[in-house]
């Protein structure tokens, strides 16, 4: 979808930001940027809609040149989505998302239309629409820029440090919102980060870039993590790189085992006949809802659940095997209920299978 060859952007007093790059871009796939400030990636992205013009060599988009393009009939054709938004802060959210249709000519209605389906889309109940960017939260105003750079279907979206100004939880359920738009839209999206976690968890292939605008290194998470190319790469990716490695990984391939439940507000005797009916000690308390909410045994004695989604990474999963002080991590479906159990042992076991499948190394076996 899109291509670089042989590309270099010199600024004028002679800083090289980007440096004879060759890069394909695969459509229908996040291709991630990172590196640390001033590596160029942030260059090459506007590269590709001509917000910053190259100095030699040819980007091609769909096979035509950019340069042979007109700017604004490039622009037009490619979502951006940048770090804060960008919104208009004269307008409604809802004429935000319409801006691009718009100038592309739709009528009001249709524009307005297109706008208020891509609410529903990237989750903004609909009586947000007449509010202003500043009554909004910074997550709220990502997800609108998200629907705005979406709002004429281009098959492109250029994303610049998007989710950077929000806190870790709005980022992750951003993240979350990306990763669903993405599979159901299948746009070629480029996506830069100096977060190589946000790299890892978003990106179907990744290109790290070194100071000078080189690219040392482009290729899928799991070889990233597994094969870094030097030692740049390799410190870049942090001393966390294995644990990085299981976040690639899935909850499905631990082992689900049943466990029993009772409800948190069962009487003594209840929770007593139900622990000697099937045999065992320990079971899950759970809400009225069917949510955990302790492990309590037949003498009265209750322990912090710890739990993973289903959808889950193994990371997620060894992480929360670890804070459990039973051993064990409660599987919760998308509802947030129980849907069983797996065991410290066979999360470990499934952890090590992972890492010797990705790096080839034959694994070992893990004893608890």
Not at 16 to 43: M, P, R
Not at 70 to 77: F, M, S
Not at 323 to 338: L, N
Request: charged content about 25%; aromatic content about 4%.
């Amino acid at each position: 979808m899109i291509r670089f060859e042989a590309v270099t952007k010199v600024f004028p007093g002679g800083t090289t930001a980007v440096d004879a790059l060759d890069l394909e871009i695969h459509e229908g796939e996040t291709t991630v940027l990172v590196g640390s400030s001033g590596c160029g990636k942030t260059t090459t992205l506007r590269m590709i809609n001509r917000m910053i013009e190259a100095s030699s060599g040819t980007i091609t988009v769909g096979g035509r040149d950019v340069a042979t393009l007109d700017q604004n009939t490039l622009r037009r054709g490619i979502g951006y989505v940048i770090q804060q938004s960008g919104l208009f802060p004269h307008r409604t959210v809802l004429d935000n998302i319409a801006t691009v249709p718009r100038l592309l000519g739709w009528d009001k209605k249709r524009a307005r239309a297109r706008a208020a389906e891509l609410m529903e889309i990237v989750g903004l109940p609909q009586e947000m629409a007449t509010r202003f960017p500043h009554q909004l939260s910074g997550g709220q105003q990502q997800r609108v820029g998200v629907a705005r750079a979406l709002a004429a279907d281009p098959p492109i979206l250029l994303m610049d440090e998007p989710f950077g100004a929000v806190d870790p939880v709005v980022r992750t359920l951003l993240q979350d919102e990306l990763l669903r738009l993405q599979k159901e839209l299948r746009k070629t999206i480029v996506f830069v980060t100096h977060d190589i976690d946000e790299a890892v968890r978003l990106g179907d292939r990744i290109a790290v870039f070194r100071q000078g605008g080189h690219l040392v290194q482009y290729s899928t998470p799991a070889e990233l993590l597994a094969h870094p190319a030097d030692d740049f790469v390799a410190e870049f990716l942090g001393a966390q790189r294995g644990l990085r490695l299981l976040s690639l990984g899935s909850l499905k391939e631990v082992p689900a085992l049943p466990v029993t439940t009772v409800a948190r507000d069962a009487p003594a005797e209840t929770v007593a006949a139900t622990a000697a009916g099937a045999g065992i000690r320990w079971m899950v308390a759970v809400e009225a809802d069917g949510r955990p909410y302790a492990w309590v045994d037949a003498e009265g004695n209750s322990l912090p659940v710890a739990t993973v989604r289903d959808g889950g990474t193994l990371l997620d999963a060894l992480e929360a095997v670890v804070s459990s002080p039973r051993g064990h991590v409660v599987r919760v479906d998308a509802e947030g209920k129980v849907a069983g159990v797996s065991s410290e042992r066979d999360v470990l076991r499934a952890a090590a299978a992972h890492r010797s499948t990705v790096i080839g190394d034959g694994g070992q076996e893990v004893a608890t």
